[in-house]
């Protein structure tokens, strides 16, 4: 069914109805073994951390849905991330976004390091950053586009061509554009990543992870990976991510649109001092991204003058839930530097920009008037003077 959109797709697929019973639903079988009814030849599951029908459908649905062959799904997307880093070995080295996410700058800064699997940070939107941290043992290219939570935009194409050349894979988080928005395997990916607790799911209701890949050899070893490490989406969950994915282009879009009129109402206000959204023209990566995606998403960063700032208008908001995630039906307002980010060291956020004024907002399905009418009154409680040192300075100019 490769030849609908996705939008299409997202609801007919392989698994729309039950073979066996015609039910419009995926089965939940909730069952960890299966009876075998000869050794010689043994069914095709035999235990649900192997292979489990339901996991499957939503494997199946996010392979075809991100154009790959085979698709993975995991008990979170660290889960996800972290086995796919596994297909690494003693001795590896890895470039990686420098503002990636938390969880991520974790697992390769704290643990990966541990077993002789080194990193090197680098901005990945300057192509010569990324091209000099290569090392004859580097093994793979970690991109994150857009990023957290700074939004910055990486060029895939050129990253996954520069990848090639120096015999390397390239793995790409997908979680902020879900594959209604872009698709990093058509442009050079080797392996696509989801937290699907985000847009996919998108109820927060869920955690979990996918993975995608168009690449036999690294289908073959996740698969081995996978039922190695053990760290299986169990059946319930698969089906709530099923359910989740056939409303993803609806709520995307929705909130995308919404996220927009924020960004400008934002941007035009006195007490903020920088709006993150990859869907201005004035967004160093507005090019790049409108070339490898359909939309800028519905995520966008904010800063405000200073913490105490940020603890007023967070006081004081009255719509969007103050917690950490993202890509759910209710918009969430959260603060990197406490929440996400609070596993990097202070030191590292501040190199990143991650400062103790910046918000992020993922809009949700609100009507984002009210959105903005509840910004405005919240803006009411912030100290209203600007920064000194800012004085004299225009906007424009900075
Ligand atoms: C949330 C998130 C993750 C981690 O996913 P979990 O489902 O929370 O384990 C990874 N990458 C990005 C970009 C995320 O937003």
Redesign the pocket.
């Known amino acids: 069914m490769t030849d609908y959109s996705l939008q299409t797709r997202l609801l007919h697929n392989d698994h729309k109805f039950d073979k066996q019973t015609g039910a419009v639903s995926v089965p939940i079988q909730q069952a960890s073994t299966f009876h075998q009814i000869d050794f010689d030849e043994p069914g095709k599951y035999d235990y649900s951390r192997s292979g489990n029908p339901t996991r499957e459908a939503l494997e199946d649905a996010i392979a075809g849905l991100e154009n790959g062959t085979k698709g993975f799904a995991f008990?979170?997307?660290?889960?996800?991330?972290s086995t796919s880093f596994m297909l690494l070995s003693q001795g590896d080295h890895v470039v990686i976004s420098e503002d990636?996410?938390?969880?991520?700058f974790r697992i390769i800064h704290d643990v990966l390091h541990r077993f002789g699997i080194d990193h090197t940070f680098v901005d990945m939107t300057d192509l010569h950053s990324v091209a000099t941290a290569i090392r004859p043992n580097t093994k793979l290219l970690y991109i994150?586009t857009p990023?957290?939570p700074l939004l910055k935009i990486t060029d895939i194409q050129a990253v996954a061509k520069l990848a090639k050349a120096n015999d390397c894979l390239t793995f790409v988080?997908n979680?902020?554009m879900t594959p209604a928005l872009q698709q990093p395997l058509d442009l050079g990916a080797d392996l696509v990543?989801?937290?699907?607790?985000?847009f996919i799911a998108g109820h927060s209701d869920v955690?979990?992870?996918l993975a995608a890949t168009n690449n036999q050899e690294v289908a073959e070893k996740l698969s081995f990976l996978q039922n190695s490490f053990g760290s299986i989406l169990g059946a319930h969950d698969s089906w709530l991510v099923l359910r989740g994915l056939k409303t993803l282009h609806c709520r995307l879009n929705q909130s995308a649109a919404s996220a927009l009129t924020i960004a400008e109402f934002l941007a035009k206000h006195p007490l903020v001092e920088e709006v993150y959204y990859p869907g201005f023209t004035a967004h160093p990566g507005y090019f790049t991204h409108t070339y490898q995606s359909k939309g800028a998403g519905a995520v966008l960063s904010f800063r405000l003058k200073d913490e105490e700032a940020v603890r007023q208008l967070t006081k004081h908001m009255e719509i969007p839930v103050y917690a950490?995630?993202?890509?759910a039906v209710e918009s969430i307002l959260s603060y990197p530097a406490r929440m996400?980010h609070a596993s990097m060291p202070p030191e590292e956020r501040r190199k990143r920009g991650i400062t103790d004024g910046l918000l992020r907002l993922s809009v949700g399905l609100e009507n984002p008037e009210d959105l903005i009418e509840d910004f405005k009154q919240a803006f009411q409680y912030l100290d209203q003077r600007p920064k000194v040192a800012d004085w004299g300075i225009s906007r424009e100019a900075k």
């Open positions: 008990a979170s997307g660290m889960a996800a991330i990636v996410y938390g969880g991520t994150e990023s957290n988080d979680t902020f990543l989801h937290s699907a607790t985000k955690v979990a992870g950490v995630s993202l890509g996400s």
